[in-house]
């Protein structure tokens, strides 16, 4: 079936340093990926998105690249803050919204 | 801009009682998704709605329900509550194009802060 799911449970980093948060995905029918950043108490916050049609999406401190050859999603954060402590999660949507999201990973910035 | 809102933020409820939850979207956002998170499922799709109509529904038993109101505002309902139905329910709203439309389209969905219901 349908899976979205993520390589690490928990990512550790230096404050400063880029991360790297990977996703990978089975359905390659999906034509809309969003990486949304929870913290503790809080709901979902949207980050960045990307279509089908698009390799890399770049936004503030932030990269989304999109590999369909493996189906692989990743995230980029450049000059992590202890602010980017989080859990990051990657979902996916293929028509309509609803929204299959992945485990999430589990980021934690170190000072 | 307000945000997207529910209520209430926590509750308390026991075995086979049944519970009401609201949401209320982004002021001018038409669709309203519901999202169950739990620590063993992760974040689950139940349903979404769109002009006061159910447009998508996730796997979930029918003791779960949602409606929506003109006003896009949306309830849902857990009837006989189960241990297992614990959770972080999250709504989250879009500005939503005509259904049908959705094949390419980065309709982004915004989340509330969610409602914490412990079932007792």
């Known amino acids: 079936g349908e899976n979205v799911g993520l390589h690490l449970p928990t990512l550790s980093v230096q404050e400063g340093d880029n991360s790297i948060i990977n996703c990978a995905y089975s359905?390659?029918?999906?034509?809309?990926f969003i990486w949304y950043k929870q913290e503790s108490g809080k709901g979902p916050q949207f980050i960045i998105d990307?279509?089908?049609?698009?390799d890399k999406r770049q936004g503030q401190r932030v990269t989304v690249l999109l590999n369909k050859t493996v189906k692989h999603l990743s995230l980029q954060i450049a000059a992590t803050q202890p602010g980017d402590s989080a859990v990051y999660f990657c979902?996916?949507?293929?028509?309509?919204?609803?929204?299959?999201f992945g485990t999430g990973t589990q980021l934690k910035v170190e000072l | 801009k307000a945000g997207v809102t529910q209520t209430p933020r926590y509750l308390i409820k026991t075995r086979g009682q049944q519970v009401t939850l609201s949401c209320s979207p982004i002021?001018?956002?038409?669709?309203v998704s519901w999202y169950q998170q739990t620590p063993g499922q992760g974040l689950q799709f139940l349903f979404e709605?769109?002009?006061?109509?159910?447009?998508n529904k996730g796997n979930f038993p029918g003791r779960f329900s949602g409606r929506q109101f003109s006003n896009s505002r949306s309830e849902m309902n857990v009837s006989t509550l189960e241990l297992g139905d614990s959770a972080l329910y999250l709504c989250?709203?879009?500005?939503?194009?005509?259904?049908?439309?959705?094949?390419?389209?980065?309709?982004?969905?915004?989340f509330g802060p969610g409602t914490r219901l412990t079932v007792l």
């Open positions: 989250a709203s879009s500005l939503a194009r005509q259904a049908g439309s959705g094949r390419g389209a980065t309709d982004t969905q915004y």
């Open positions: 359905n390659s029918a999906s034509d809309y």
């Open positions: 990307i279509r089908s049609n698009m």
């Open positions: 979902a996916e949507k293929r028509g309509g919204n609803k929204l299959t």
């Open positions: 002021s001018g956002h038409r669709s």
């Open positions: 709605y769109f002009s006061e109509t159910q447009r």
